[in-house]
């Protein structure tokens, strides 16, 4: 188990309440197609959940098996600093037959940003915080996307909603002993 605190990054791309009890951290890769199978099943757990789950979205591109996943993960991290990281987020998922460029810089000009600022040098500039996922990812022992961690237990298996809410279920189960046993009122 690793401290959910450990794996969140200050400035973190969170979808959902940020002071929910239970986080959910993905280490994902935007031409991944399990990633792009997994991203509605994880939205909608949070937006499900009634404040009780934020998602946590970390780069891992995994840029040896696919060409586009690092200048997608570096777009999407100047969406972001134009505060639109999600919706960039939800786009490249929805189109990841379109990652280059012309692409990148289209989905971008979609959101109102100006497309030559999601590609290219402009990008570069977010090529830390890329690195920076990707090097925690890599600590982690994560080899593939999406690799999960559910309040810093790592999910197995594929990503279902029902596998999922079964792993939230268990972290919400697990914080309420740990604050019952805080209080005295534990076993």
């Known amino acids: 188990m690793t401290a ?4 969140v990054p200050p400035n973190a791309h969170v979808f959902g309440a940020p002071d929910a009890p239970v986080t959910i951290v993905e280490f994902g890769d935007f031409e ?6 997994a991203a509605p099943v994880l939205r909608t757990v949070v937006e499900e959940s009634d404040g009780q789950v934020r998602l946590v979205f970390r780069h891992f591109p995994l840029f040896e098996v696919h060409p586009y996943a690092l200048t997608a993960a570096l777009a999407a991290e100047a969406a972001g600093a134009q505060g639109r990281f999600w919706e960039m987020h939800d786009l490249l998922f929805a189109h990841q037959d379109r990652l280059d460029d012309v692409g990148l810089a289209h989905w971008a000009q979609k959101l109102g940003l100006d497309g030559a600022s999601v590609v290219g040098d402009a990008a570069q500039q977010h090529g830390d915080a890329v690195e920076r996922d990707y090097l925690a990812g890599t600590a982690l022992g994560v080899r593939g996307t999406p690799t999960l961690y559910v309040e810093g237990v ?3 298996g594929r990503v279902t909603e029902d596998g999922v809410r079964a792993a939230v279920a268990a972290a919400l189960a697990d914080a309420g002993r740990a604050a019952g046993t805080a209080t005295g009122q534990g076993a």
């Open 4 to 7: 959910p605190a450990d794996i």
């Open 154 to 156: 790592r999910y197995r």
């Open 32 to 37: 991944c197609p399990y990633c792009h199978d």
